[in-house]
T-cell receptor
Framework: SAVISQKPSRDICQRGTSLTIQCQVD?????MFWYRQQPGQSLTLIATANQGSEATYESGFVIDKFPISRPNLTFSTLTVSNMSPEDSSIYLC???????????FGQGTRLTVV | AQSVAQPEDQVNVAEGNPLTVKCTYS??????LFWYVQYPNRGLQFLLK??????LVKGSYGFEAEFNKSQTSFHLKKPSALVSDSALYFCAVRTNQAGTALIFGKGTTLSVSS
C-alpha cells in the first residue's frame, strides 16, 4: 500500500482567492491523480500528474483554474484558483504503484468557498 | 471511452440478510475492476479488485464480487449484512495499461437496518 498525506484536511475560503492543496506520498510513484468529489456525487478525475512533465487535464478542467505541480516522485500540489462557491468539494489525491493495480487515496481536502 | 454504471442510488437491507450492490462497466480491452467504500468524513477505502483469474473475488470485511464478462458486470455481495456496513460504495474501472486512472461510478448508498 501507499500512505498519502493531504494538507489541508479542510478549509473555508473567500470567493476570488486561491488554495493550494499538498499531497505527499511515503514512497516514489510514477503517476499521481487529482479527483474532485462534489457534494453527494462521485469522484471526477481532474488531471493526471506525471513527474517532469505537464499535467494532463480531463475535459472540463483547465490548467488556469487548476494548476498542478509535480516537482518529484513523492509530492504534488493542486491549486484551486479564483474560487467560487461552485468549487466547494472534496479534492482527493490518488496514486498507483507499479506492483499494485488498485489506487490509493489521501483523506481528501474538504473545501468550502463562501 | 471507459464508463461505470451503478443503477441504484440506494440499497436497503436488514441486518443478517444478504446484500448485492450492482455495477456494470464499459471499457476497451481487459478491465481492471474495483470496489471502494467511503464512510462519512473519511477517505476511500479499497475493498477488492478483479484483475484476472477466478471470477469470484474476495475482499475485506467479508465482501466479495463476481466478475461476469458476458454481462459486463461486477456486482458486490455479502452473505450477511451488518449495520456497520452502512456506507457509500463506489465501483471503479480502468484499463490494464499501467498508469491509467480509475473511473468511478456514481456510488450507491448502502443502508443496513437493525
Amino acid at each position: 500500500s501507499a500512505v498519502i498525506s493531504q494538507k489541508p484536511s479542510r478549509d473555508i475560503c473567500q470567493r476570488g482567492t486561491s488554495l493550494t492543496i499538498q499531497c505527499q506520498v511515503d514512497s516514489q510513484v510514477t503517476m499521481m491523480f487529482w479527483y474532485r468529489q462534489q457534494p453527494g456525487q462521485s469522484l471526477t478525475l481532474i488531471a493526471t500528474a506525471n513527474q517532469g512533465s505537464e499535467a494532463t487535464y480531463e475535459s472540463g478542467f483547465v490548467i488556469d483554474k487548476f494548476p498542478i505541480s509535480r516537482p518529484n516522485l513523492t509530492f504534488s500540489t493542486l491549486t484551486v484558483s479564483n474560487m467560487s462557491p461552485e468549487d466547494s468539494s472534496i479534492y482527493l489525491c490518488s496514486v498507483t504503484r507499479g506492483d499494485s493495480a488498485e489506487a490509493f487515496f489521501g483523506q481528501g481536502t474538504r473545501l468550502t468557498v463562501v | 471511452a471507459q464508463s461505470v454504471a451503478q443503477p441504484e442510488d440506494q440499497v436497503n437491507v436488514a441486518e443478517g440478510n444478504p446484500l448485492t450492490v450492482k455495477c456494470t462497466y464499459s471499457v476497451s480491452g481487459n478491465p481492471y475492476l474495483f470496489w471502494y467504500v467511503q464512510y462519512p468524513n473519511r477517505g476511500l477505502q479499497f475493498l477488492l479488485k478483479y484483475i484476472t483469474g477466478d471470477n469470484l473475488v474476495k475482499g475485506s470485511y467479508g465482501f466479495e464480487a463476481e466478475f461476469n464478462k458476458s454481462q459486463t458486470s461486477f456486482h458486490l455481495k455479502k452473505p450477511s449484512a451488518l449495520v456497520s456496513d452502512s456506507a457509500l460504495y463506489f465501483c471503479a474501472v480502468r484499463t490494464n495499461q499501467a498508469g491509467t486512472a480509475l473511473i468511478f461510478g456514481k456510488g450507491t448508498t448502502l443502508s443496513v437496518s437493525s
